[in-house]
């Protein structure tokens, strides 16, 4: 290990082509100065070229050469030691990219269900003889009439069919070797007949030594090939893109047909996604590990205690995992925590006020386009919805396993129509991503997860139906048998999907009374909490002194931090929002025509607009885009509507540039004016809030300045750093002033140093009741430490007292605005007298 055991502070880096190790250099001093602890890396190891974040891997065993490559990453980590930060690295063992580039994937295609690589990937070889490859533009026979299909060497050294340029699959070892023979090349065909390593290498070297002349025999055969007889043989198959929607023969992840899922609870799979994070912990050349989607694997449990066997006890283990209300993570995962998306909510919840948002949904159910019902109704609806349009394959799968189950009772006279009706209304009220059921006796929380799934399937009203259910459920927690076992992993690893599909990707932008809360890992029916259950929640966390990551914004949220506190401001004036809204909807009238966005979409414009301001119109409408389409109301990534998407993106454009519209961007402009010193206020209540609560404070890249961004790609924007390292000395301006956010840099740097010099402090958590509306106050460090945030201040009201004896006022020359907000003091010696509490408290 580095030496690097405080966890205080992580700080999230995006590498992709334009952002290396070499350029990570060059921001380590300022971390240093911010006050970081580890620097925490998107993935690392080999990602298809081109990639941007680095989730779609093709080679888990080298270090991404577009990010510099071994040497690279050893001149990065040497820096880090020197410079005493340790480093938390994000890993991938769900999924790889189902592309060219992948030797893996390439040579499980090349050997089908009997080659070396056969069990890496999770292919269904019992019910497809061919692995289905939606990706052609036509049917398969078009695609071949048309000739854009070519039989060519790849330059990795397989026998491929290529389909415009990008897409390549091998051809069967068997045809590799015979048609090598056949060009007069025999060693290179032994070669490929004797080579049954996972990934080909010694074949596929063995191809790319041809010589030129060989080269050319290879190529004439080749060219003389009938492709339609010899795609049939194969042990993969083409199609349509569209075709992926009726049938696949893979786990993928999500509904995203090219990353393609890995049976990592396999040992040699196991093996090879971790040998090369597991080398560099072990090298001391990283601290920790993030587990990205720990919720598609088969087994979460059996997976966390074989990583931590292998990892150590030392290292930091955090898992990508959304926590539904009122679960916990289970005690069984050895690991520290969580990425925070859990954290981030409930940070944010306290911001918003539910009379406000009560009032704004109110307003917003009479508008056309409105998506009517309470939450969890149109949960459901929205998980039916993606379910039958997204995951069809994987639901036709299910079924076929529960026919396959139900053959082994004679008894049961359930069809496959039943079994699939059955089994959608449980999955579409399940009320969590997903359930943790091994072969062993189901724990109680997974019973009662499956007991309130079955509840809420009865309001079908079918008793042949809810039958089915009963029985399924009963299969899925109790069955025995290869079928059973089958029904039971698959339908956990699409629970899991179907709930971030059908919520955080359609409901949380139909929802759009008030944008804020519709976070990741948020829940559209608690947008607020009351103080004292958000103490109460806080209190767990700092009594168990938790290393989960306590983020306010990620890589994945779909809002800034400052985005959020803005709009959260609605809340609390609804009925000005919501009388500037019909306003503008007839001041506007005439920038739209008769294909207008509908009077819900154009809220969320004039939203994202209030929460972004300024924003310009390349920015606007990028995010417009994915919000209608992510919506699924009007247009679909699928099947666009661009009539429809045309019309709101041109309202979208004339409301930042159209003449017509320069009094709408004079009222913005001053109202966004009007907020600023509130919505400043909230940003800087959010952060010490992360920076003060139990738990890993975890910067985005960037936010430490105000940070006013959109969902991506709109959040992985390069960061101007040079800008963030002179804010660093500049003298600090009123909040008023403050367009950048250089008093909530110098907060976070203060705080963070504060947690270095103190760690004492930051231990514990006791709540002081506040009289004063909306101040949170606490205590750390068994007293020593009172944290007071204001969650309504919208520039006046009370103030906590500053309560006697001998205190050292934390943030005293950041000046008298920002303690408008936030209060932070450290006793000198000794505790809280009782007198000071009461004080305090009013």
């Given at each position: 290990m580095t030496g690097v055991s405080d966890w205080r502070a992580t700080y999230r880096l995006q590498f992709h082509a334009g952002f290396t190790f070499d350029d990570a250099l060059r921001v380590l001093p300022y971390l240093c100065r911010l006050g970081i602890s580890h620097v925490y890396a998107s993935p690392i190891q080999g990602a298809r070229p081109g990639s941007t974040h680095g989730y779609d891997q093709v080679d888990p065993t080298c270090i991404n050469p577009e990010l510099g490559g071994e040497l690279g990453f050893e001149r990065f980590s040497d820096a880090l030691r020197a410079a005493g930060l340790g480093l938390l690295v994000d890993i991938v063992p769900n999924h790889m990219a189902a592309h060219r580039t992948n030797p893996w994937w390439m040579s499980a295609l090349a050997g089908g269900p009997e080659g070396p690589a056969a069990g890496i990937f999770d292919i269904d070889w019992d019910r497809h003889s061919q692995v289905?490859?939606?990706?052609?533009?036509?049917?398969?026979?078009?695609?071949?009439?048309?000739?854009?299909?070519?039989?060519?060497?790849?330059?990795?050294?397989?026998?491929?069919?290529?389909?415009?340029?990008?897409?390549?699959?091998?051809?069967?070892?068997?045809?590799?070797?015979?048609?090598?023979?056949?060009?007069?090349?025999?060693?290179v065909a032994r070669q490929w007949r004797e080579d049954q390593s996972p990934e080909r290498a010694k074949a596929r070297?063995?191809?790319?030594?041809?010589?030129?002349?060989?080269?050319?025999?290879?190529?004439?055969?080749?060219?003389?090939?009938?492709?339609?007889?010899?795609?049939?043989?194969?042990?993969?198959?083409?199609?349509?893109?569209?075709?992926?929607?009726?049938?696949?023969?893979?786990?993928?992840?999500?509904?995203?047909?090219?990353?393609?899922?890995?049976?990592?609870?396999?040992?040699?799979?196991?093996?090879?996604?971790?040998?090369?994070?597991?080398?560099?912990?072990?090298a001391g050349r990283i601290d920790g590990l993030r587990i990205d989607h720990i919720d598609g694997l088969a087994d979460p449990a059996g997976y966390c205690a074989r990583l931590r066997s292998e990892a150590g006890a030392e290292a930091l283990i955090v898992v990508e995992k959304i926590l539904g209300e009122g679960e916990g993570l289970r005690t069984d995962w050895p690991v520290d925590g969580t990425t925070g998306y859990e954290r981030l909510n409930m940070i944010n919840r306290l911001f918003v006020c539910p009379v406000g948002h009560r009032a704004l949904a109110q307003s917003l159910a009479s508008d056309d386009g409105a998506v009517a019902g309470d939450p969890t109704r149109r949960l459901a609806a929205a998980k039916r919805q993606v379910l039958e349009e997204s995951f069809t394959p994987e639901?036709?799968?299910?079924?076929?396993?529960?026919?396959?189950?139900?053959?082994?009772?004679?008894?049961?006279?359930?069809?496959?129509?039943?079994?699939?009706?059955?089994?959608?209304e449980l999955i579409v009220h399940f009320p969590v991503y997903r359930s943790y059921l091994v072969a062993a006796e189901p724990a109680a929380p997974d019973r009662d997860l499956y007991a309130a799934s079955l509840s809420a399937a009865e309001a079908c009203g079918d008793p042949w139906i809810?039958?089915?259910?009963?029985?399924?459920?009963?299969?899925?927690?109790?069955?025995?048998?290869r079928d059973a076992a089958a029904l039971r992993r698959r339908f956990q690893q699409l629970t899991g999907p179907l709930m971030?599909?059908?919520?955080?990707?359609?409901?949380?932008?139909?929802?759009?009374?008030?944008?804020?809360?519709?976070?990741?890992?948020?829940?559209?029916?608690?947008?607020?909490?009351?103080?004292?259950?958000?103490?109460?929640?806080?209190?767990?966390?700092?009594?168990?002194?938790?290393?989960?990551?306590?983020?306010?914004?990620?890589?994945?949220?779909?809002?800034?931090?400052?985005?959020?506190?803005?709009?959260?401001?609605?809340?609390?004036?609804?009925?000005?929002?919501?009388?500037?809204?019909?306003?503008?909807?007839?001041?506007?009238?005439?920038?739209?025509?008769?294909?207008?966005?509908?009077?819900?979409?154009?809220?969320?414009?004039?939203?994202?607009?209030?929460?972004?301001?300024?924003?310009?119109?390349?920015?606007?409408?990028?995010f417009v885009v994915k919000a209608l389409r992510e919506a699924k109301r009007h247009t679909r990534w699928e099947n666009p509507n661009e009539v429809y998407e045309r019309s709101a993106?041109?309202?979208?454009?004339?409301?930042?540039?159209?003449?017509?519209?320069?009094?709408?961007?004079?009222?913005?402009?001053?109202?966004?004016a009007e907020t600023a010193l509130a919505a400043r206020y909230n940003g800087l209540a959010q952060a010490v809030l992360q920076l003060t609560l139990p738990g890993v404070v975890d910067i985005y890249q960037g936010t430490e300045f105000w940070d006013f961004s959109l969902v991506d790609p709109d959040n992985r924007r390069l960061v101007d750093y040079e800008q963030r390292e002179d804010g660093l000395g500049m003298p600090l301006p009123p909040i008023a002033n403050d367009e950048v956010g250089l008093v909530k840099q110098r907060l976070v740097q203060r705080l963070l140093h504060l947690r270095q010099s103190r760690p004492e402090l930051f231990r514990g958590y006791a709540a002081i009741p506040s009289q004063e509306d909306g101040w949170i106050v606490f205590t750390r460090g068994g007293g020593r430490m009172v944290v007071a945030v204001s969650s309504r201040n919208l520039g006046a009201g009370a103030l906590p007292r500053l309560p006697d004896g001998v205190w050292h006022d934390v943030l005293a020359d950041m000046g008298a605005d920002v303690r408008q907000a936030v209060r932070i003091l450290v006793k000198r010696d000794g505790t809280i007298a009782d007198r000071a509490v009461k004080q305090l408290s009013g």
């Open positions: 289905l490859l939606p990706v052609l533009g036509g049917t398969l026979a078009e695609t071949l009439q048309k000739g854009d299909i070519a039989l060519s060497v790849d330059p990795a050294g397989w026998l491929v069919a290529c389909a415009y340029g990008e897409h390549a699959w091998p051809l069967r070892a068997e045809d590799t070797s015979d048609l090598l023979e056949a060009a007069a090349l025999p060693e070297e063995a191809v790319r030594r041809v010589d030129a002349a060989g080269r050319e025999r290879l190529a004439a055969l080749l060219a003389k090939q009938d492709l339609s007889t010899l795609i049939a043989r194969q042990h993969w198959r083409p199609t349509h893109w569209r075709a992926g929607r009726d049938a696949l023969s893979t786990r993928r992840f999500f509904n995203i047909n090219d990353l393609i899922g890995v049976r990592v609870e396999a040992e040699s799979v196991f093996a090879l996604m971790h040998q090369l994070p597991l080398a560099l912990l072990r639901i036709e799968q299910l079924t076929e396993l529960a026919v396959g189950a139900a053959a082994s009772d004679p008894a049961l006279e359930f069809a496959a129509p039943t079994l699939r009706a059955a089994l959608t809810t039958a089915a259910a009963n029985w399924i459920a009963d299969t899925i927690l109790h069955g025995s048998g971030a599909k059908g919520l955080e990707d359609t409901e949380f932008y139909r929802s759009v009374a008030l944008l804020s809360p519709n976070e990741v890992g948020g829940d559209p029916a608690s947008p607020s909490i009351s103080i004292p259950a958000f103490h109460t929640w806080a209190a767990r966390r700092g009594l168990t002194e938790p290393r989960d990551i306590t983020p306010l914004a990620t890589h994945d949220t779909k809002r800034g931090a400052e985005t959020r506190a803005r709009l959260n401001l609605l809340s609390h004036a609804p009925a000005e929002w919501i009388g500037r809204v019909a306003r503008w909807r007839r001041m506007n009238a005439g920038l739209h025509g008769k294909d207008r966005p509908d009077t819900t979409d154009q809220w969320l414009v004039y939203q994202t607009l209030f929460g972004a301001w300024p924003i310009c119109a390349d920015r606007l409408c990028t993106l041109d309202f979208a454009e004339a409301l930042l540039e159209h003449p017509d519209a320069a009094a709408f961007r004079s009222e913005m402009d001053a109202i966004v």
